[in-house]
T-cell receptor
Framework: DAGVIQSPRHEVTEMGQEVTLRCKPI?????LFWYRQTMMRGLELLIY????????DSGMPEDRFSAKMPNASFSTLKIQPSEPRDSAVYFC???????????????FGQGTRLTVV | EDQVTQSPEALRLQEGESSSLNCSYT??????LFWYRQDPGKGPEFLFT???AGEEKEKERLKATLTKKESFLHITAPKPEDSATYLC???????????????FGKGTKLSVKP
């Protein structure tokens, strides 16, 4: 497996524009996580899905942020409209619940570095 | 509220100088504690999983241990290539009975000088 694949790797956009980040999780994984990483706040969980269903979106900062997972192999994180304070590295990760109902490790993509000017 | 705290924030070691990184946690129901390594410009890379107090895992110069309140990452005779940010994360049985919430600490930035 190629691991978790994110695109684009870098995105520079103007304030007010819509931004869509994409993620392909590892095949067979049933959890998908979206994180945001900044120097000040570290890795913050934005939202996670289990079997394509959003479970907890309490980390989504504002209504400008939305995430979807239309199928087991694809997820998007959308910011509309974007603002300079959204500049950060956004990571997608996926993991698998094993038979003992204990969570296995999450595997991360390489991230998308977003810059909003 | 579930929390994960790592210390120190930064650690500078000489090559060969052993030390330990700390991760203390407060969660309602631990379903796994994970250590990751993150190099600049890359995503976190998985190192270890620990599930119960008393458990230990080793990999090369790294050894992770777990108690009911904290985990340690021991680094024995580190080399410059061990320089990275080390992140601790916990899976907790969380709100509304959902499982899978993964919470990270802010990390310890390790620098090993030759």
């Amino acid at each position: 497996d190629a691991g978790v694949i994110q695109s684009p790797r870098h995105e520079v956009t103007e304030m007010g524009q819509e931004v869509t980040l994409r993620c392909k999780p590892i095949s067979g994984h049933d959890y998908l996580f979206w994180y945001r990483q900044t120097m000040m706040r570290g890795l913050e969980l934005l939202i996670y899905f289990n079997n394509n269903v959003p479970i907890d979106d309490s980390g989504m900062p504002e209504d400008r942020f939305s995430a979807k997972m239309p199928n087991a192999s694809f997820s998007t994180l959308k910011i509309q409209p974007s603002e300079p304070r959204d500049s950060a590295v956004y990571f997608c990760a996926s993991s698998l619940r094993d038979r003992g109902a204990m969570n296995t490790e999450a595997f991360f993509g390489q991230g998308t570095r977003l810059t909003v000017v | 509220e579930d929390q994960v705290t790592q210390s120190p924030e930064a650690l500078r070691l000489q090559e060969g100088e052993s030390s330990s990184l700390n991760c203390s946690y407060t969660v309602s129901g631990l379903r796994g504690l994970f250590w990751y390594r993150q190099d600049p410009g890359k995503g976190p890379e998985f190192l270890f999983t620990l599930y119960s107090a008393g458990e230990e895992k080793e990999k090369e110069r790294l050894k992770a241990t777990l108690t009911k309140k904290e985990s340690f990452l021991h680094i024995t005779a580190p080399k410059p290539e061990d320089s990275a940010t080390y992140l601790c994360a916990v899976h907790a049985a969380d709100y509304g009975g959902s499982q899978g919430n993964l919470i990270f600490g802010k990390g310890t930035k390790l620098s090993v000088k030759p």
